[in-house]
């Protein structure tokens, strides 16, 4: 019962925090009104701005990703709002995208997995959610909308029309088995058959479908919502019997870039056990990753590769960013169009000694990239308020001009440099399940590296005067059982006894 005091002090210490949270409810959240175009009756619905959205898979901010992305950088950070404490509220593709598209924590949504019964797409469709989100809402206040791209896991060649996704003028969907299949992408477009494009880059695939999408929505009445979200730079998954997760698969043109570039080795990187200068030896993480082996020469190589193959693959998505700006440009919409960017998740590739992957509560895998650009938005800017992903809809709510739901867990975020919204300063993480390696060390789920119980759940707290929690870790003891309090410079996790 060594740390019971600490255990009190902690969990009053967390407990004040919440209660400072909690007592900020949502009529608090003070926001300067955005500069929206005001107009009465059907000039106000004409005069609306335009939403692009583009959400890339498993793309890190921690790892510097953004650093080898200098179109996005030119369109979206240095003319727009760089978000640089935004976080993931769940660190895996499906149950973020859920949240995202519906400003709800998972344990809201229930959406906790990639597949069912938990996950994926028919159990968002089991959940309500296919009336009751985003795209469906946006319609509703005269808003067309399109999406191509990765939608959600589980949304397969088998049940695309079980039901159709509704709330889309316009859709092109990736659909499993071959959503991550590089070269092998199969889509499904509006209520039509699946149509496969073995053998084109799926970076060219989508490009070409989202610059469609944008041409239609340009041409239309109504203001529009247009998303585009492409596979990368998530794993390479081809369609067969040993499911393997690969390195992503650069365009041609961009196969020679970054020869020289490797992880950056910052401090949790593959570390010692003695890996810092600390008064006593200190495995970086706790629970089962206290447990992972130091990664051999050859693992590391492996992993430096995986990195660049990311950063090139994402060049094909830096050249998407500058056609979408450009096209917006010669239809004179652009300066009445929001752009943001992000990722469903982050990545960590060595850190604490773990093989390419997410789902863990480190900030490689909750943080991600936010960019915003738009009317009203500073230019240059770089934003330190804690924002998160069920915050987007609500934002995207602010911007169109719609009410705020009852049911979001989120709120608008600060859009203009003069914003005083109080703002919370907290994320809630939370996750189940699965902790599944990439790459080709380590991989598949009789591996013993694949962890069946990597449950938790998080608060990273962020203030003025504080970003807790520090270098520590905490064993707790409860009468029902021991717990490990997991912080790591990151996140502080309670991780379920094992
Ligand atoms: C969440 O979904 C799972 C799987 O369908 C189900 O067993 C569980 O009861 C659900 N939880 C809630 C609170 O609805
Ligand atoms: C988009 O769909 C909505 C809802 O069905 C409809 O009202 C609107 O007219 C459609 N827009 C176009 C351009 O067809
Ligand atoms: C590519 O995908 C199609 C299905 O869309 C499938 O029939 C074909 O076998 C795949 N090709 C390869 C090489 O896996
Ligand atoms: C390096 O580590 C990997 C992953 O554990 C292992 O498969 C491989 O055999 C090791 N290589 C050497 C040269 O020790
Ligand atoms: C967690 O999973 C491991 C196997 O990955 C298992 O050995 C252990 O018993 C599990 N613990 C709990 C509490 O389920
Ligand atoms: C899992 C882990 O890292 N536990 C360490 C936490 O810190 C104590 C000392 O304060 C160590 O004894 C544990 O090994």
Same mark, same amino acid.
């Given at each position: 019962?060594?740390?019971?005091?600490?255990?009190?002090?902690?969990?009053?210490?967390?407990?004040?925090?919440?209660?400072?949270?909690?007592?900020?409810?949502?009529?608090?959240?003070?926001?300067?009104?955005?500069?929206?175009?005001?107009?009465?009756?059907?000039?106000?619905?004409?005069?609306?701005?335009?939403?692009? %959205?583009?959400?890339?898979?498993?793309?890190?901010?921690?790892?510097?990703?953004?650093?080898?992305?200098?179109?996005?950088?030119?369109?979206?950070?240095?003319?727009?709002? %760089?978000?640089?404490?935004?976080?993931?509220?769940?660190?895996?593709?499906?149950?973020?995208?859920?949240?995202?598209?519906?400003?709800?924590?998972?344990?809201?949504?229930?959406?906790?997995?990639?597949?069912?019964?938990?996950?994926?797409?028919?159990?968002?469709?089991?959940? &309500?959610?296919?009336?009751?989100?985003?795209?469906?809402?946006?319609?509703?206040?005269?808003?067309?909308?399109?999406?191509?791209?990765?939608?959600?896991?589980?949304?397969?060649?088998?049940?695309?029309?079980?039901?159709?996704?509704?709330? %889309?003028?316009?859709?092109?969907?990736?659909?499993?088995?071959?959503?991550?299949?590089?070269?092998?992408?199969?889509?499904?477009?509006?209520?039509?058959?699946?149509?496969?494009?073995? &053998?084109?880059?799926?970076?060219?695939?989508?490009?070409?479908?989202?610059? &469609?999408?944008?041409?239609?929505?340009?041409?239309?009445?109504?203001?529009?919502?247009?998303?585009?979200?492409?596979?990368?730079?998530?794993?390479?998954?081809?369609?067969?019997?040993?499911?393997?997760?690969?390195?992503?698969?650069?365009?041609?043109?961009?196969?020679?870039?970054?020869?020289?570039?490797?992880?950056?080795?910052?401090?949790?990187?593959?570390?010692?056990?003695?890996?810092?200068?600390?008064?006593?030896?200190?495995?970086?993480?706790?629970?089962?990753?206290?447990?992972?082996?130091?990664?051999?020469?050859?693992?590391?190589?492996?992993?430096?590769?995986?990195?660049?193959?990311?950063?090139?693959?994402?060049?094909?998505?830096?050249?998407?960013?500058?056609?979408?700006?450009?096209?917006?440009?010669?239809?004179?919409?652009?300066?009445?169009?929001?752009?943001?960017?992000?990722?469903?998740?982050?990545?960590?590739?060595?850190?604490?000694?773990?093989?390419?992957?997410?789902?863990?509560?480190?900030?490689?895998?909750?943080?991600?990239?936010?960019?915003?650009?738009?009317?009203?938005?500073?230019?240059?800017?770089?934003?330190?308020?804690?924002?998160?992903?069920?915050?987007?809809?609500?934002?995207? %709510?602010?911007?169109?001009?719609?009410?705020?739901?009852?049911?979001?867990? &989120?709120?608008?975020?600060?859009?203009?440099?003069?914003?005083?919204?109080?703002?919370?300063?907290?994320?809630?993480?939370?996750?189940?399940?699965?902790?599944?390696?990439?790459?080709?060390?380590?991989?598949?789920?009789?591996?013993?590296?694949?962890?069946?119980?990597?449950?938790?759940?998080?608060?990273?707290?962020?203030?003025?005067?504080?970003?807790?929690?520090?270098?520590?870790?905490?064993?707790?003891?409860?009468?029902?059982?021991?717990?490990?309090?997991?912080?790591?410079?990151?996140?502080?996790?309670?991780?379920?006894?094992?």
């Amino acid at each position: 019962m060594k740390s019971f005091s600490g255990l009190l002090a902690l969990c009053s210490g967390l407990l004040a925090l919440q209660d400072a949270v909690a007592s900020t409810s949502p009529q608090q959240v003070i926001q300067q009104p955005l500069n929206l175009a005001s107009g009465k009756g059907g000039s106000l619905i004409k005069e609306r701005p335009n939403i692009v %959205f583009i959400i890339t898979d498993d793309q890190d901010l921690q790892l510097d990703s953004i650093d080898y992305t200098p179109l996005t950088l030119k369109h979206l950070k240095k003319r727009g709002t %760089f978000y640089k404490n935004h976080f993931v509220t769940t660190a895996l593709c499906c149950p973020s995208r859920v949240s995202l598209w519906t400003g709800r924590q998972a344990h809201n949504t229930n959406v906790t997995d990639v597949h069912p019964p938990y996950g994926g797409y028919p159990k968002f469709v089991a959940q &309500g959610f296919n009336s009751n989100f985003l795209p469906v809402w946006l319609q509703e206040a005269g808003y067309d909308t399109y999406y191509t791209g990765k939608l959600f896991n589980a949304h397969t060649i088998y049940n695309y029309d079980a039901p159709h996704v509704a709330g %889309f003028n316009g859709s092109d969907f990736l659909l499993d088995p071959y959503t991550y299949s590089y070269l092998n992408s199969t889509y499904q477009r509006n209520h039509d058959p699946p149509v496969s494009y073995e &053998g084109r880059h799926t970076a060219d695939v989508i490009e070409e479908k989202a610059l &469609g999408f944008l041409d239609d929505a340009i041409s239309g009445d109504r203001p529009f919502f247009v998303a585009i979200a492409p596979v990368t730079p998530h794993s390479n998954i081809d369609h067969q019997e040993t499911l393997r997760m690969t390195a992503p698969i650069p365009a041609e043109r961009h196969k020679h870039l970054f020869n020289d570039v490797k992880v950056p080795r910052t401090e949790h990187f593959n570390p010692d056990t003695l890996h810092n200068a600390e008064l006593e030896p200190k495995p970086s993480g706790v629970n089962w990753i206290s447990r992972l082996p130091q990664q051999n020469q050859s693992n590391v190589d492996y992993n430096d590769h995986f990195y660049r193959q990311r950063l090139r693959a994402l060049q094909t998505v830096d050249e998407l960013v500058d056609g979408v700006v450009k096209r917006l440009e010669e239809s004179g919409k652009l300066e009445n169009t929001y752009i943001v960017y992000t990722s469903d998740n982050g990545y960590h590739i060595g850190q604490h000694r773990l093989q390419p992957g997410k789902e863990c509560g480190f900030e490689e895998d909750i943080r991600v990239p936010l960019f915003i650009r738009g009317p009203g938005i500073p230019e240059d800017h770089v934003e330190d308020a804690v924002t998160t992903h069920i915050d987007l809809a609500p934002t995207l %709510f602010e911007i169109a001009g719609i009410e705020q739901r009852d049911d979001f867990d &989120g709120t608008p975020i600060p859009l203009g440099k003069d914003s005083v919204g109080l703002r919370h300063e907290h994320v809630t993480v939370e996750y189940w399940g699965l902790a599944i390696p990439e790459g080709k060390y380590d991989f598949g789920p009789d591996n013993p590296a694949t962890i069946t119980n990597n449950t938790y759940k998080a608060l990273r707290i962020i203030g003025d005067e504080y970003d807790l929690p520090t270098h520590t870790n905490y064993t707790i003891y409860t009468p029902q059982a021991e717990l490990t309090v997991q912080t790591n410079t990151v996140s502080l996790a309670i991780l379920y006894p094992e």
